[in-house]
């Protein structure tokens, strides 16, 4: 199922307007769970909020220190791409899909 993961991130930036990588992933692993996926790494999740970042879906909007020196960074929606069709494959979109013809998608 392609796109669980973004639209997963997407529901709850939605809902909570701000959240640092490691909630966002204990919520998401919950989820998978629950639903029976394969749960992530936190790398393998922290890779993928990156890939929102890049393609400029979600933004960093605040830092704040962690535990034992660690910094945490908060994001949010990008409000201007609410409705990007990149959500539906953050992946494809960047063309990191191996044997997939990248689609550039634009609002």
């Known amino acids: 199922m392609k796109g669980k993961t973004s639209r997963f991130i997407k529901e709850y930036l939605e809902k909570k307007g701000e959240a640092y990588i490691h909630e966002m992933w204990k919520e998401f692993c919950e989820y998978c769970r629950k ?18 970042k890049k393609l400029e879906l979600i933004v960093l909007v605040r ?7 660690t910094v945490r960074h908060y994001y949010a929606l990008n409000t201007e791409k609410i ?5 539906n494959d953050p992946v494809n979109a960047l063309g990191y899909r191996k044997g997939v013809k990248k689609v550039r998608y634009h609002t």
């Not at 639903?35 to 929102?52: A, D, E, M, T």
């Not at 830092?63 to 020196?69: I, Q």
């Open 35 to 52: 639903k029976g996926y394969h749960v992530p790494s936190r790398q393998s999740f922290g890779n993928y909020v990156y890939l929102l």
């Open 63 to 69: 830092k704040e220190k962690g535990m034992k020196g």
């Open 83 to 87: 409705e990007d069709e990149a959500w």
